[in-house]
């Protein structure tokens, strides 16, 4: 469903991205980890076709981003990090928003937002104005904008981020649902929700990728067994190294 | 290329976002306040003793040089301020649509401001018998006038950094646009500048091209003067807005 062959960024003199490979097939769920400026959100908006990579290439299904991006921006369904929306409509028009521009109109348009609203749990917050929602709702809002044209690949940047433990816990559990018939990739601080939703780990530090294996043999790279000890001993070392 | 359900989608976010806040509203009041009240006070409308909408007409190009940059500012620069220009380059539409409908979305607006002067128009019929064609041909000027200093602001929105440096480029552009054929300037220039330079500002400006609509004569070259203005601004800000694609936020 993805390909990303070695693909480069850089912004000035920075290398955001360098070289990074990966595959990801359907029924897969990739949690991408990695420190602050790692380049996880670079790698993500490139698979959006959000920014163009300066090498290497980023192929969805058989599209190349950058050639055929449209076709491409089809199937994907992309939650920003931060979930931006607009505020002065309510999460009902923005999803219909979203949905119109990618070409749905009448009714069909109208079964594929309700449910999205539904499966977002927005519920009577889905007519208020995105601005006077709180985080956790306006979070809602731009999910249910990335998942309404029921994707095959999902990019969700921090999905969770500002979310209160129950709403963690329904996003997670709409994460699995949706595991089955797509590939997902969600970046993540959090590392409790590896376990939870995803079946690979990809660990990034400035523009690499260090790691790529399931989330059992992760945890076995520290002795204690713990994700967080793997990834601090792993980002750590790298760190210091570099220092 | 264009994808037309992309255009309709975002023009009609657009024209939500303009008459669901008090954005629209506050801009049509200015403009239905000002208009009038320059032909009134500055262009002595009653003094004239003339059925006609000239005083209207004439201070047309100063308000607009104003209030245009104002109805632009917004276009690209609060797309990236708030973040939603993510949203909007992750669609499956081109960046040309997107450009495109916001102008058009913007132009509407300006329409809508124009329109809200109709009341003169009925009133010079009521007074006298002025010339309705030359009238609608001095509307049709004001309509490629507001749509070019329209385009140049979004252009400039899609290359600043913040809506107030926006506007204030903007208004810039617009008077060196505005003024660039007065003898003020010219006869400033005439000494310094080599004349074939002097010529080709005085021959850009636009009042000079307004002037033909204000008489009510239409001429191909001043049509394709205007619509060169709006297809250079429109494309200008679509291609600035798409080059986030290749670096930077």
Known sequence: MLTVDSVVKTFGRRTAVDRASFELATGEVLGFLGPNGAGKTTVMRMIAGRLEPDGGQVRVGTHDMVQDRRAGQRRVGYLPEGAPAYRTMTPREFVGFCLSARGHSGAELRNARELALERARLGAEAGQQIGTLSKGFKRRAALAAAIAHDPPLLVLDEPTDGLDPNQKHEVRALIRDMAADKAIIVSTHILEEVPAVCSRVIVIDKGRILVDENPDEFASRARSGRLDDAFRSLTRTIDGASA | ?249
């Open chain 2, 1 to 249: 290329m264009l994808s037309p359900a992309g255009f309709l989608a975002i023009y009609r976010r657009e024209m939500r976002a303009w008459f669901t806040t008090p954005l629209a509203y506050v801009f049509l009041a200015a403009f239905a306040f000002a208009a009038p009240a320059f032909a009134f006070n500055v262009g002595r409308f009653f003094d004239t003793n003339r059925a006609d909408l000239a005083p209207l007409f004439a201070y047309m190009p100063w308000l607009l040089m104003i209030l245009m940059p104002a109805l632009a500012m917004r276009a690209w620069a609060e797309e990236r301020d708030r973040g939603t220009l993510e949203i909007l380059l992750s669609l499956p539409v081109s960046v040309s649509s997107i450009a495109l409908a916001k102008f058009a979305a913007a132009w509407t607006v300006a329409l809508a401001a124009l329109l809200a002067t109709i009341p003169m128009w009925i009133a010079v019929n009521y007074l006298g018998s002025p010339d309705n064609l030359a009238i609608a041909i001095s509307y049709l000027g004001v309509f490629l006038l507001a749509g070019s200093y329209l385009a140049i602001g979004q252009a400039l929105s899609a290359a600043s950094g913040s809506q107030v440096t926006a506007f204030v480029l903007s208004v810039l552009a617009s008077l060196f646009l505005t003024m660039a054929g007065l003898p003020l300037v010219t006869d400033s220039l005439s000494g310094t500048a080599p004349a074939f330079v002097v010529e080709a500002l005085a021959y850009s400006s636009v009042l000079e091209r307004f002037a033909a609509f204000e008489r009510g004569v239409v001429g191909l070259g001043d049509l394709v003067y205007f619509l060169s203005l709006m297809v250079f601004g429109v494309t200008a800000g679509g291609l600035q807005a798409g080059a986030s694609r290749e670096g930077g936020r």
